[in-house]
């Protein structure tokens, strides 16, 4: 059974960097292209960044590149998130998810909330 | 962009309900397939995947839900609204960069 557990998220001050982790079981890994998708009340759904099996190839949404950044440990089964210089506006429920289907998810993790406040 | 109507819907169970989804430009990609994907959303939980490439359905979905469509057109049908169906359901579109969603449709029971 595929599993993904986000861990990493709480309370940081406008400035600050986050580092979020996703752990994964259940297949292997090293296969998959793996995503991040954040959700906010206001935004809804959407697309943060997704990286290649091997980790040679990311992509991000044009408004956080340079920000974010996506990166995994294949030999630890874990997706990461770094986030820096934080604003309130990336306050939000992130998700990791796998990739089977071309630039889609198929399981999701069960999130993680990152509140950007003083 | 991604828009979805209604936005909210009541349905009795047992009773039918249709979720539409419309892109701004075609979804079919170069490689002849389009990239049109179906989630729901349940209260607490996070998306699951219902429907792939428009209109396959995602591994242990219930054959009462279904997709069809194509170009810009799209639509998830529920034959018979159960009572855990309940949530919110949006559309993925992954045929452009960046891939998005559309803003969602919140399915209640009567």
């Known amino acids: 059974e595929v599993h993904l557990v986000e861990s990493g998220g709480g309370l940081v001050q406008p400035g600050g960097s986050l580092r979020l982790s996703c752990a994964a079981s259940?297949?292997?890994?090293?296969?998959?292209?793996m995503t991040w998708v954040r959700q906010t009340p206001g935004k809804g759904l959407e697309w943060v960044a997704n990286?290649?099996?091997?980790?040679?190839?990311?992509y991000y949404v044009d408004s956080l590149r340079g920000r974010f950044t996506i990166s995994r440990d294949n030999a630890k089964n874990s997706l990461y998130l770094q986030m820096n210089s934080l604003t309130a506006e990336d306050t939000a429920f992130y998700y990791c998810?796998?990739?089977?289907?071309?630039?889609?998810?198929?399981?999701w993790g069960q999130g993680a909330l990152v509140t950007v406040s003083s | 962009v991604m828009t979805q109507t209604p936005l909210s819907l009541s349905v009795t169970p047992g009773q039918p309900a249709s979720i539409s989804c419309r892109s701004s430009?075609?979804?079919?990609?170069?490689?002849?397939?389009?990239?049109l994907y179906w989630f729901l959303q349940k209260p607490g939980q996070s998306p699951q995947l219902l429907i792939y490439?428009?209109?396959s359905r995602f591994s242990g979905v219930p054959d009462r839900f279904s997709g069809s469509g194509s170009g810009t057109d799209f639509t998830l049908k529920i034959s018979r609204v159960e009572a855990e169906d309940v949530g919110i359901y949006y559309c993925?579109?992954?045929?452009?960069?960046?891939?998005?969603f559309g803003p969602g449709t919140k399915v209640e029971i009567k």
């Open positions: 998810a796998r990739e089977v289907y071309y630039n889609s998810p198929d399981y």
């Open positions: 259940g297949f292997t890994f090293s296969n998959y292209w």
């Open positions: 990286i290649k099996g091997d980790g040679s190839v990311t």
């Open positions: 430009q075609s979804l079919l990609h170069s490689q002849g397939k389009t990239y």
């Open positions: 490439e428009a209109s």
């Open positions: 993925l579109q992954g045929t452009h960069f960046p891939r998005t």
